[in-house]
């Protein structure tokens, strides 16, 4: 679906006019391209904590711009395309003075789209109160920058575990590439992987690896089958019986297989279970397919009702535990769920989307502890307003309202979700677990 606004601004007559009677004007998201350099550069990197070393090594020489203490206040108008700070030396609000010298003096320097990323100790792993109250006061100057740094900038917040240093890459090269153009003011929790590590092919990291999505013939699922085979992975794609051509053309267009099934079917564990027994165990499973049947609770029927939420929570329950149960799952293995940020924030005309999305985030906190016995990881993206058939049928006023009211300005893309799906289903990431990732360009709901 196009984003007429959004074009119309980005012409040069559209640009002028909106000047001209002060409209916003958010800027076309920069995406990640196959062939295009993964990280952007150049970067500064500042901050003096224990982090430091396993960022330098991501960068060569010649991509970062280092700020020593001496040049934290000295203002430059070389412009970055990125910069991270490592705020794990804070140990005090006093500290917290550097952060704001930094983005003080360096805020007009960030150019275009750049990337931001603080890293810091969360504040359960702080060892006194005054780093813990110091620490979490990061959540309000990230969410803060995100909001007013515009010029489709993005800022995160990684909180590393002692213990998880080695943890990082995968996560800063998500941040710090344009493959999250549209993730932002987003707080990430790093702890030891549940997993070890093989060797990392970074361009093909899911070579030689088998992922299933749900819900895969259009949309939001065929974008995550896509990205997943561009990393590599062989894909089974999953749709129901009646979506059988739309999903042959998905699962051929991936190199992939196609899997019809009903995932609300009786018999959908025991053929998935037979589906392992004969090709192998998934290393990847990304519950994405999902259904809306919107009408206020007063006027809803039992069966929108019980639809929704055998759909989007049930079934990925009961699957989930039927491959985990059942060696469906290899270990190093990744489940990833699709919430939405009306799970989060609830909305109007949705309480069993809602009931059935917040659900999902009960799922993942409530798995991740037990399925890291078993080296697999759970976690969940909450998309916000996404061009998809999904959101095609929304009402046009509010349709306009919910792409507009973000940080970005814009509506998200499938290929958006399916990105930050890949780098939760990496196999360096395996220090993620039980985090709920919104992909909503920083949405006003439930923020
Ligand atoms: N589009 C958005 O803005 C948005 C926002 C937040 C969350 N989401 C979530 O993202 C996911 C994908 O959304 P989309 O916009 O691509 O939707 P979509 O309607 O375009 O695609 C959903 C797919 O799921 C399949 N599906 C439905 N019921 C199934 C079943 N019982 N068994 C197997 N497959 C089934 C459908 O046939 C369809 O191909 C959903 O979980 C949705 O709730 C979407």
Redo the contacts with the bound molecule.
Sequence with gaps: MSDRYLSFVNSPWGRRLAQAVGLPQPLALQRHRSGQAGLVNPVILAGAGRLAESVQRLFSATDTVAATPATLRAPSTVKVQGAVFDATSVTDLPHLDELYAFFHSNAKRLGQHARVVVLGTAPEHCKDLPQAVAQRALEGLVRSLAKELRRAITVQLLYVAPGAEDALDSSLRFFLSRRSAYVSGQVIRLEPPVDSTTAIHWDTPLAGRRALV??????????IAQVLARDGAHVVC???P??QQ??QQAADSVNGSALP?????PD?AALLQAHVSQYGAFDVVV??????RDKTIAKMTDAAWRSVL???LQ?PLQLSQALLDHQGLNPGGRIVC?????GIAGNLGQSN?ATS?AGVIGLVQGLAPRAAVRQVTVNAV??????????AKIPLLIREA?RRMNSLSQ??Q?VD?AEAIAWLAHPASGGVNGQVVRVCGQSLLGA
């Design positions: 749900t819900g895969a013939s259009r949309g939001i699922g065929l974008a999953v749709d129901v009646q979506a739309a999903l099934l009903d995932i609300t079917a959908a519950h994405n397919a999902g259904i809306t055998a759909v989007n079934a699709v919430s939405s940020i009306s989307y999305k909450a998309p916000g307003f996404i061009e998809t058939q999904m959101t919910g509506g998200g499938p979700v």
